[in-house]
């Protein structure tokens, strides 16, 4: 193992780090952290049958602890912050269509929850950095959800501006087999004998998988300076069409066109031309630093939010 492979292995050996959310990218940096020796873990989320899921995977490790609470709730993130280092922030409202309906609860969980992420942290003593998980939808955004995580990221980097603490983002594309994205729902749909639905022939997508995924948000609050937005390099846009025929194939279903959805298009940037120009790659992901665009960094800000 070369020096750079162990100083990242220490990085994260003698932290205490809080998760939000147990969904799937949640757990599988869970067990990244705990291949890396990771000294206490905290996964915190608002719904009991998430933290079972995480519980029957990480039942047999003392450093893993289950904490019910809601990010729309200050006074709970306060409670589960005592001793914590560094914060990994997946937890949001992530479904375009559902939240095009019910936009308030996206609004109330995607950004009110992250302004109460930003408070506590500010207010923690023992927390130092904190990674927002944001999304491609978040670029030049056209559905509520995609402006709610464009909030985030903003939000973020504004709070690095004006605290000592290091805010960061890193914006995703589709996971490859997530609960609930088009590879899960179309492997229930053909296990269950059932026809591959896709809204439109036309889509195109960029994947990135759970793990490299996982390792790029660690490798992103390892080497975050503060305040950027950290997106993965090198991936190729696919056709949703094309992935969906070889799951039509290999089921033997057909595939129904179902129409485009409310705060759907049919692709997905991962980056501006203005954050082209402010980004410079770095190994597998590229590193987007909007304080280029501000002049000073008004740290007198900081105390007008610190708790009195």
């Known amino acids: 193992m070369s020096k750079s492979e162990h100083a990242r292995l220490d990085f994260y050996k003698e932290k205490s780090v809080l998760i939000t959310g147990g969904g799937t990218l949640g757990r599988e940096i869970v067990k990244l952290l705990l291949e890396k020796g990771t000294k206490e873990i905290r996964i915190f989320d608002n719904a009991e049958q998430q933290l079972f899921k995480c ?32 914060i990994i922030h997946t937890a949001a409202c992530k479904f375009v269509n559902y ?24 207010n923690s003593y023992s927390v130092k950095k904190a990674v927002n998980i944001s999304s491609d939808k978040a670029c ?26 290091a805010f960061c983002s890193v914006r995703f594309p589709n996971f ?6 088009v590879i899960d729902t179309w492997g229930r749909q053909g296990k269950a004998g059932l026809p591959i639905t896709v809204t439109d022939k036309r889509m195109m997508r960029y994947f990135i998988g759970i793990r490299e995924a996982a390792e790029l948000t660690l490798d992103s609050l390892e080497f975050s300076e503060g305040g950027e937005i950290f997106v993965p390099a090198d991936l190729a846009e696919r056709s949703i069409m094309e992935i969906a025929e070889e799951f039509s194939e290999r089921y033997g279903v057909p595939i129904r066109l179902t129409g485009k959805r409310l705060g759907e ?11 082209y120009d402010m980004a410079t ?13 501000f002049i000073g960094t008004p740290h007198y800000l900081y105390n007008a939010y610190r708790e009195k």
């Open 281 to 293: 790659q770095e190994g597998k992901f590229w590193r987007i630093d909007p304080k280029k665009e």
């Open 55 to 86: 519980e029957l995977d990480f039942q047999n490790d003392p450093r893993v602890s289950y904490l019910l609470g809601d990010v729309c709730d200050l006074d709970a993130i306060n409670m589960a912050l005592p001793g914590v280092d560094v």
């Open 99 to 122: 939240i095009e309906y019910h936009p308030f609860k996206a609004i109330r969980t995607n950004v009110d929850g992250i302004i109460n992420i930003i408070k506590a942290v500010i």
């Open 176 to 181: 490859y087999g997530s609960d609930g994205s």
């Open 265 to 275: 298009r049919l692709r997905e940037p991962l980056m501006t031309e203005i954050e």
């Open 140 to 165: 030049n955004p056209v559905s509520i959800y995609g402006y709610t995580k464009g909030l985030g990221e903003r939000f973020f980097t504004w709070a690095d501006r004006v605290s000592p603490k």
